[in-house]
Nanobody, 123 residues
Framework: QVQLVESGGGLVQAGGSLRLSCAAS????????MAWFRQAPGKEREFVAA????????YYADSVKGRFTISRDNANKTAYLQMNNLKPEDTAVYYC????????????????WGQGTQVTVSS
């Protein structure tokens, strides 16, 4: 079992930056793929970024490529999402996810989810 707690969300102006953190607990962090998804009001949850347990595989949604960076610190059981040049359309609740079935853009590969953190980008 893995418990995930996100932090770092908030209100920022367009063009600004935020860094989200996802702290994991409950079992070893190794061999677990991590990902970030987001859900805007009235929209379905969508994939943002994913990273393999060794950090070799990195996946990004086209909408965030070049602006967002996913990383992880296995020693501290934490994953991060650095978000730069934020846009109003990035406004959403951001969820951290973890899974043991490989790194994927599909939410079906992730069995553990955090409670979400709100990111609001003003224009």
């Amino acid at each position: 079992q893995v418990q995930l707690v996100e932090s770092g969300g908030g209100l920022v102006q367009a063009g600004g930056s935020l860094r989200l953190s996802c702290a994991a607990s409950g079992r070893t962090f190794n061999n677990i793929a991590m990902a970030w998804f987001r859900q805007a009001p009235g929209k379905e949850r969508e994939f943002v970024a994913a990273i393999s347990w060794g950090g070799v595989l990195l996946y990004y949604a086209d909408s965030v490529k070049g602006r967002f960076t996913i990383s992880r610190d296995n020693a501290n059981k934490t994953a991060y999402l650095q978000m730069n040049n934020l846009k109003p359309e990035d406004t959403a609740v951001y969820y951290c996810a973890a899974g043991l079935r490989g790194t994927s853009k599909s939410d079906r590969f992730y069995d553990y989810w955090g409670q979400g953190t709100q990111v609001t980008v003003s224009s």
